[in-house]
């Protein structure tokens, strides 16, 4: 769904992580680490309902999500290894009972709602794509935060006495609010009929500062799961791609990136760039551990990239296509990627630029700079449609993706703002109205040849902008259409599993023959097999 206030560094070059799926495994870890937090790590019994109607019903066994769920809910991050392991471990040696059932959730405002019981305490939160996440309400009480700051609450009967009792802290904390959360309790839950006192801040919380403080029944602290904390004030520049290009003049589209990212993170240009630095590293590490061939049992592909052949001589394509297939393929063997914008369509920024990189022999300041203009792009797609394929397919994922590719491979060859813009737009207008149709449900085919495949049209689009060609539609109404296709596709082909390729009999027997996707069992699992009569 459309956003506010989108940060790169938060929402479009990221999460970094390990799994199958940024909606459906490192939003799941981050929702895991705030339900864990909300009973303070005392995790004892789990109890998640998906919607049947939703995405999460068909898909979070597959690609991911219960894992992920595990993971956080043991204080796990993305990017924690162990993760594969997480819901043995979770039984076996945390001994924490986890149950899942299915009914229809009356909160439900995404495809990707968990309704979740903790302990006594229930906790309503949203995946709403490329790991993003937001936690909607605890115990009936709403809150709508993205887990981009610390956040105290504390139960009471008279929030009047906590605000008096913590007020005078705020500063000395450096906390960035204090409220007291409209509504009360839900009648049948947790103490009902309370009201929440909420302390939210940018440094992290001590349950010590918290405590003392008169009529307070319970208190918690939910931790920052996104990479970035939201200021306490932020003043963007600009908002859409229009007002961007008024504000352009004289300036590199990296530059106005880091212009965005300033005001909306707080950080300094160095800290940015840094951290910009940090994921073209793993980008080129992840890139030639592909290269060299990977495995993974729960996998209906085999290494791919390693047999690449040029008949046709393509040049530089060549290298994108073989790179963009070697991030995939670590994807889909449990390595570490960075899902930008999403895990499902990982291949494809580092794929084009990496390859177009060495190519040119860029430094790698300017692989840095081409991805903030990647990542400025992605902020546009995120704050006017989504990154989410449970709400707009395929289009959302690699559409985006090629998008944001395009943009930072016209700056590669020297192209301005205006150029970057057109191939971004031609990009996106070429895959809008995409399906989202995993083969057994796995986010590995058609999604390797389709990242592959969205890669080429960024190249191209790169080309045909550079050589003057017209995208005709400016890109904040071509972002309009891809909400409004978004909106009015079918729900079989928005990652459900239900439609498209994921439905056709071939996809099943796949799926049959592979068992369960995200545990340690090996239910019905032929280890190691491959298709070569499909593939």
């Keep these: 769904m459309p956003s506010t206030n989108v940060s790169i560094l938060n929402e479009v070059l990221g999460p970094v992580m390990r799994g199958p ?137 008279d929030p009047t006495q906590i605000l008096e009792a913590l007020t005078p802290k705020v500063t000395a904390n450096n906390w960035v609010n204090i409220q007291v959360l409209p509504g009360t309790t839900r009648a049948e839950g947790f103490l009902p009929g309370r009201r929440i006192v909420m302390v939210d801040s940018c440094c992290s919380i001590s349950a010590e500062a918290l405590e003392g403080a008169p009529g307070a029944e319970h208190l918690c602290v939910v931790p920052l799961v996104m990479p970035v904390a939201t200021p306490p004030a932020i003043d963007l520049p600009f908002k859409t791609v229009g007002e961007m290009q008024k504000h352009a003049e004289g300036k590199q589209l990296w530059e106005l990136a880091l212009e965005y990212e300033k005001a909306r993170s707080g950080l300094i240009e160095d800290e940015i760039l840094e951290k910009i630095d940090r994921l073209v590293g793993i980008y080129e590490t992840s890139i030639d551990e592909g290269l060299k061939g990977t495995s993974h049992s729960d996998r209906i592909l085999g290494p791919q990239s390693t047999k690449y052949r040029s008949t046709m001589d393509l040049g530089v394509l060549d290298d994108i296509n073989k790179y963009t297939s070697a991030f995939m393929e670590v994807k889909s063997s449990f390595g570490l990627i960075i899902a930008a914008p999403t895990a499902g369509s990982c291949g494809i920024v580092p794929g084009c630029l990496i390859a177009t990189a060495r190519r040119l022999s860029s430094p790698r300041l300017e692989i840095s700079k081409a991805l903030l203009c990647c990542g400025l792009i992605g902020v546009f797609i995120a704050t006017r449609s989504t990154f989410a394929a449970e709400e707009g397919g395929c289009q959302a994922e690699c559409g985006a993706a090629g998008s944001m590719a395009a943009a930072g491979l ?93 439905a056709q009999p071939s996809s099943g027997a796949i ?25």
């Excluded at 439900?108 to 305490?121: A, C, E, F, G, L």
């Excluded at 796995?442 to 003057?468: D, F, H, K, Q, W």
């Excluded at 005709?472 to 009015?488: G, Q």
């Excluded at 799926?511 to 009569?533: A, D, F, H, N, V």
């Design 21 to 157: 799926s940024s909606s459906h495994t490192a939003a799941a870890v981050r929702i895991g680490m705030m339900c864990r937090g909300v009973v303070n790590g005392e995790v004892t019994r789990v109890e998640v309902v998906y919607d049947p109607e939703g995405s999460l019903a068909s898909v979070a066994e597959d690609q991911g999500n219960n894992m992920g769920l595990c993971g956080g809910l043991q204080g796990w991050d993305c990017s924690d290894p162990r993760l594969e392991t997480a819901q043995d471990h979770l039984k076996n040696t945390a001994k924490i009972a986890f149950k899942i059932t299915e009914e229809h959730i009356e909160e439900s405002t995404h495809p990707n709602t968990h309704k979740i019981y903790v302990n006594d305490h229930q906790i309503i939160a949203l995946s709403t794509g490329g790991g993003a996440v937001t936690l909607q309400s605890i115990d009936g009480v709403r809150l709508d935060t993205r887990g981009t700051r610390y956040m105290g609450l504390i139960y009471t009967k």
């Design 511 to 535: 799926q049959k023959s592979l068992g369960c996707g995200s545990c340690s069992c090996s239910k019905g699992r032929i280890e190691g097999t491959i298709y070569p009569e499909i593939w």
């Design 410 to 502: 016209v700056y590669l060859h020297g192209g301005g703002v205006r150029e970057s813009i057109t191939a971004a737009s031609m990009t996106l207008q070429s895959v809008l109205g995409m399906a989202c149709d995993p083969i057994a449900n796995r986010v590995e085919a058609p999604c390797l040849l389709r990242n592959i495949n969205t890669a080429s049209m960024a190249a191209s689009s790169t080309n045909l902008a550079l050589s003057g060609f017209s995208s005709v539609i400016p890109y904040d109404e071509v972002l309009a259409a891809h909400w409004e296709i978004s909106t009015n596709m079918p729900r079989g082909i928005r990652c459900t599993g239900l439609a498209g390729l994921a």
